[in-house]
C-alpha cells in the first residue's frame, strides 16, 4: 500500500510539473503509469492472457485425433477406443476452463483497481465545487477512461499470441489448408472492422449523452436533464444495436466465407481446398476457423475502446480540459 501511495504521489507530482500539455505521447504515458502502479497484479492478469490463447489450438488437435480414430478402418468402433482420449480430452478443456477463470478473475480485479487509482486522480486534481456532480462524472469518466488499459490486459496479447498460435498449429497439422483458413477468416475481420467505426461513434455518442445529463443535474436544470436522459436512452439502444448486429454479421460472415471457399474450390476457380480431405482435416479446420476469429476481432476492438476512452481519459488526467469542452456537445 506504501508503495501504491508512493507511486500515485509521483504520477500526481509528475503532473504539476509538467503543465497541462494533452498531447497524446504524455497523455499515454500518465496512463500507462496508472497501470504500472501494481506491477504483480499487471503479471498475475496477463500472463493467462498469453497462455491461453497459446494453447486453445490444442481444441483442433484433440478433435481431429478422435475423429480421424473414428473415421479409420471400418466406420465402426467400439466405445472402449474412445477411453484413451477422456483424460486427455479432460485434461485439456479443463485447463483451458481454470485459465479462462483466472483470465477473468485476475481481469475484474485489476479493472477495479485502475478504476480507484483513477477515482483518486480525479478528485486529486480538482477542486470540487459540486460534490454530487463530481461523484457522478468521476465514476463515469474514470470507468470509461480505464477501457484503453485493457488493450494491454487482453486485446494485445490475444492478437500477438492467439494469432500466431492458430497459423502455426494449422501449419503442423494441415497446412494445405491455411490459405483457405485465410481466406474464409477474411469476411468475418472485415464485418467486425466496418462495424468497429459505428460502434465507436456509437459509444462516444453516448458518453457525451450521459456527461450532459451530469452537467444538466449540476446547475438544476430539470428540463434539460430530462431531454438529455432521452437523448442517452436514444444512443445506448443505438449502440446496443450495432453491437449486436456486429456479432451476429460476424457469425454469418465465418459461414459465408467459408461458403465461398467451398464454391471456389469446387468450380476450380482458386483450389484452395484439395480435391481429397478427411473428416479430421475438416474437423480441425472449423475449430481453427473459430478460434482465428476471436484475434482478428481483438484488433477491431483496439479502435472501438480507444475511440470510446480517450476522450474520458483527457477529462480525468486534465482537469481543465472538461472545463473548456462545457457545452460544447449539448
Not at 276 to 304: H, W
Request: charged share 20%; hydrophobic share 45%.
Amino acid at each position: 500500500m506504501q508503495h501504491t501511495n508512493s507511486g500515485y504521489k509521483a504520477m500526481n507530482t509528475a503532473h504539476q510539473s509538467s503543465g497541462k500539455g494533452n498531447g497524446f505521447r504524455m497523455l499515454f504515458r500518465e496512463l500507462i503509469g496508472v497501470m504500472l502502479l501494481h506491477p504483480w497484479l499487471l503479471a498475475i492478469t496477463v500472463l493467462p492472457n498469453i497462455v491461453r490463447p497459446a494453447l486453445e489450438p490444442l481444441k483442433a488437435w484433440i478433435t481431429g485425433d478422435v475423429i480421424q480414430e473414428l473415421t479409420t478402418g471400418s466406420g465402426t468402433y467400439a466405445v472402449e477406443e474412445l477411453l484413451p482420449y477422456a483424460p486427455l480430452a479432460m485434461g485439456v478443456f479443463l485447463g483451458l476452463g481454470m485459465l479462462k477463470m483466472w483470465e477473468k478473475l485476475t481481469n475484474r480485479m485489476l479493472d477495479e483497481r485502475l478504476l480507484i487509482e483513477l477515482q483518486r486522480t480525479w478528485f486529486a486534481r480538482r477542486h470540487v465545487a459540486h460534490p454530487g456532480e463530481q461523484v457522478t462524472r468521476a465514476i463515469n469518466d474514470c470507468e470509461n477512461a480505464r477501457k484503453p488499459l485493457d488493450l494491454f490486459q487482453k486485446e494485445l496479447w490475444l492478437a500477438s499470441v492467439g494469432l500466431p498460435a492458430v497459423l502455426i498449429w494449422q501449419i503442423s497439422l494441415g497446412p494445405e489448408l491455411l490459405p483457405a483458413l485465410l481466406m474464409a477468416a477474411l469476411p468475418p475481420f472485415l464485418v467486425s472492422l466496418g462495424f468497429g467505426r459505428v460502434i465507436g461513434l456509437a459509444s462516444y455518442q453516448t458518453l457525451i449523452a450521459l456527461a450532459s445529463v451530469g452537467r444538466a443535474v449540476g446547475a438544476g436544470d430539470d428540463m434539460k436533464m430530462r431531454d438529455h436522459q432521452e437523448s442517452f436512452y436514444r444512443h445506448r439502444v443505438r449502440f446496443e444495436w450495432w453491437k449486436q448486429s456486429s456479432e451476429v454479421m460476424a457469425e454469418f460472415a465465418a459461414w459465408g466465407g467459408l461458403a465461398v471457399v467451398l464454391v471456389l474450390s469446387a468450380t476450380g476457380i482458386w483450389q484452395l481446398i484439395p480435391e481429397n480431405v478427411s473428416a479430421a482435416q475438416i474437423g480441425m479446420f472449423i475449430v481453427n476457423l473459430r478460434l482465428l476469429i476471436e484475434p482478428l476481432k481483438s484488433i477491431t476492438d483496439v479502435y472501438v475502446k480507444m475511440r470510446e476512452g480517450w476522450p474520458a481519459v483527457r477529462r480525468v488526467l486534465r482537469p481543465g480540459y472538461d472545463e473548456a469542452q462545457g457545452d460544447s456537445h449539448d
